[in-house]
């Protein structure tokens, strides 16, 4: 039997076993059953065949003595349910009122849920869109077939992209291979991957870095897929002839051994984004530009992509935006303190 402190949860009202109001020293003064009325609280969790001895007891005084709400989860010998405790004001005296209901998820698991159904999926589809590729690129086409060819081929890569975005959500939160790395070595990777991306669309990229910054920790990989992610996420959204800046900056003075944080920020000269856009471009298949008249391709996993990987290094993401005057989303990381380094 555990307190769950988490408000997080999603309440219905379906599902309720039972109902009971008590008093103080949780004597029942009302049961929804005249099989318990006027006993005790251990009557109503015999009659649920739910364990109740001194443990569930001190639970539940403490509970009240607090004079908060609660959801206690309780199992049974088929299920695990939830008891939730409101304080009553009953004719000027202090009661509670006892719900016995099957048990509501959190919504934390609905997200754990989700990215797991997500994953599961991905994996799956990843292997025959492998080997469709595979077949694709062993194909001699005529002329008159290579723009056919080539479309299919397209459609094939950007599938593959999506999927393999879908998988490392999970990957995201779960960064292991964790070292000590220039925050210079990061950007130079990622915008030797970005390659001539930004070409298409006569593009200039810049970069202000400041000098001497320290070293973060964190996975290569995973810190030159966030990079790209905001990338061309600026590209995209930026006009043509436009600018994208990318810079590192010390987040604060501390500057000292084992403290301050460091601020990578990509900029774009692009569309802008609406304050009441703003908190929720971060959620998951979240869109700006939603509908059947859309400029922008994607489906909104980006941006929820690159907050999981943030979250995984101990980071904060954020966007800085006006509509018309462009975007700028900034993550931080801890500084390394040089310890790291010498464990390794």
Known sequence: MSWLKSERRIHSDEGIY???????????????????????ISQFFSYFGLEYGEEEEALLRDIIAQGREAVVEV?????????????????????????????????????????NILANISHELLTPITIAKASLEIIDPTPEEEEILSTAMNAIVRLEKLL????????????????PIPVEEIITQALRILGNAADGK??????????????????????????????????????????????????????????????????DSGIGIPPEEQERIF????????????RYGGVGLGLFLARSIVAGHRG?????????RGSRFCFSLPASSGIEKRRL
Request: glycine residues 8%.
């Open 18 to 40: 039972g109902a009971v109001i008590v008093d103080d020293g949780l004597k029942i003064y009302w049961a929804d059953s005249k099989k318990i009325f006027g006993g005790r």
């Open 75 to 115: 199992l049974s010998a088929k299920e695990t349910l939830n008891l939730i405790v409101l304080p009553l004001e009953s004719g000027g005296k202090r009661r509670w009122l006892l719900l016995l209901k099957r048990r509501d998820v959190t919504l934390d698991e609905l997200e754990e849920i989700k990215h």
């Open 164 to 179: 393999r975005d879908l998988v490392r959500i999970r990957q995201a939160v779960e960064v292991s291979r964790m070292e």
């Open 202 to 267: 006569n593009i200039r990229i810049e970069q202000e870095l400041e000098a001497e910054l320290p070293e973060v920790v964190g996975d290569r990989d995973a810190l030159v897929h966030l990079l790209l992610l905001l990338l061309n996420n600026a590209i995209k959204f930026s006009p043509r002839d436009g600018t994208v800046k990318i810079s590192a900056r010390w987040a604060s003075e501390e500057r000292s051994l084992g403290r301050g944080r460091i601020v990578v920020c990509v900029e």
């Open 283 to 294: 959620d998951l298949f979240y869109q700006i530009d939603r509908g059947p008249s859309r």
């Open 316 to 324: 904060k993401i954020w966007v800085e935006s006006e509509p018309g």
